[in-house]
């Protein structure tokens, strides 16, 4: 988890208030990047990031990342799982690496290939904010469901964005009002899909969003629909046998696991003791031998501790209880909702 902020003038430039701004958006997202952080502008665009180094801690990797030319500029949030492979095809292709980072390995393909034909190849969980000085183009982009945040608000005068509300709402001028119909949705359906924000003048990138910013204005478009990946008609003469599909459902679960406990940082598991987490914990312990897990000990009701680690001991991984009483929910209680 990493922080992104910045600012886009439209008309006038960047000027010592949008990197002010830029500053406070950063402070605000702080929590989400505790190990750098870093910031760059030119004329139009300020960007500033908060780093949680996941993949290659070295100097070299911080961001936001440059190109060799400096033509392209990268703020990144999030993991693009298969960016060994990917970086394996742009080097075929000519392409030379500084560091082993995925972040260089995501804005070398979105430079080389261009945005709409690099992202839809990323295979993970990320939001990214990229520019490209050769066309002065802006790309705002959220992977397919969403999973990482992007929040944009259009002042008339600027756009700004972030990798969340609170940042936003920590810039000078911007007022902060509850929108009072999204509120009322959400405790009408208790809940609602993370595109949509309960401050009046904020909105989410919705998942798959890639927006192109430009001084003609912004075009919105998707890079992917669950509805273009479904083979309606193979599900429909579909004669593959039960264990067939159970095969290539634990096959489909062990690669992606493998792909997720890519990391130069220590991994742990959330492990409650049910079914998904028992099977993710089972899987991670194939990859990363040294993995721990942690399970919250609660005592407001039935605690799954003891299912938790009964897990634990059948795969072979050590958990760490954490305590948790009506006491400890109270006191953070105000932290959650900070963090909502």
């Known amino acids: 988890m990493c922080g992104i902020a910045g600012v886009w003038r439209k008309r006038d430039p960047i000027g010592s208030g949008d990197l002010s701004d830029v500053a406070r958006m950063m402070r605000a997202l702080a929590h989400r990047g505790p190990d750098d952080h870093g910031n760059w502008n030119n004329a139009r665009l300020a960007l500033g990031?908060?780093?949680?180094?996941?993949?290659?801690?070295?100097?070299?990797?911080?961001?936001?990342?440059?190109?060799?030319?400096?033509?392209?500029?990268?703020?990144?949030?999030?993991?693009?799982?298969?960016?060994?492979?990917?970086?394996?095809?742009?080097?075929?292709?000519?392409?030379?690496?500084?560091?082993?980072?995925?972040?260089?390995?995501?804005?070398?393909?979105?430079?080389?290939?261009?945005?709409?034909?690099?992202?839809?190849?990323?295979?993970?969980?990320?939001?990214?904010?990229?520019?490209?000085?050769?066309?002065?183009?802006?790309?705002?982009?959220?992977?397919?469901?969403?999973?990482?945040?992007?929040?944009?608000?259009?002042?008339?005068?600027?756009?700004?964005?972030?990798?969340?509300?609170?940042?936003?709402?920590?810039c000078h001028d911007f007022a902060r009002r509850i929108d009072t119909r999204e509120l009322t949705l959400r405790l009408a359906w208790q809940s609602r899909d993370s595109s949509y924000s309960v401050f009046d003048g904020i909105e989410r990138l919705p998942p798959a969003g890639l927006w192109k910013i430009t001084g003609d204005g912004i075009e919105k478009r998707r890079f992917w629909h669950v509805l273009d990946v479904i083979e309606t008609a193979r599900i429909a003469k579909d004669k593959v046998s039960d264990a067939e599909h159970m095969a290539t459902l634990e096959r489909l679960l062990e690669e992606s696991v493998e792909l997720h406990c890519i990391a130069d940082a220590s991994l742990a598991t959330a492990c409650s003791g049910g079914v998904d987490s028992g099977l993710i914990t089972a899987l991670a312990k194939r990859f990363r031998p040294e993995l721990h897990g942690y399970v919250i000990d609660?005592?407001?009701?039935?605690?799954?501790?003891?299912?938790?680690?009964?897990?634990?001991?059948h795969v072979g991984v050590g958990l760490r209880r954490v305590p948790f009483d009506r006491n400890r929910f109270l006191e953070l209680w105000p932290r959650a909702v900070w963090h909502l």
């Open 49 to 170: 990031h908060r780093r949680l180094t996941i993949i290659d801690p070295s100097p070299a990797a911080r961001e936001p990342m440059l190109t060799a030319s400096g033509n392209g500029v990268l703020c990144y949030n999030g993991e693009v799982y298969n960016f060994r492979a990917l970086r394996k095809t742009l080097e075929a292709e000519g392409l030379t690496f500084r560091t082993v980072s995925d972040t260089e390995v995501v804005l070398q393909a979105l430079h080389h290939w261009g945005p709409q034909k690099a992202v839809p190849l990323f295979d993970g969980m990320f939001s990214f904010a990229y520019f490209d000085a050769r066309d002065g183009a802006l790309w705002l982009a959220r992977d397919r469901l969403g999973i990482k945040p992007l929040s944009v608000a259009d002042t008339g005068e600027c756009l700004l964005f972030a990798s969340e509300d609170k940042a936003i709402l920590a």
């Open 298 to 313: 609660q005592k407001l009701g039935r605690s799954e501790a003891s299912d938790a680690e009964r897990t634990g001991r």
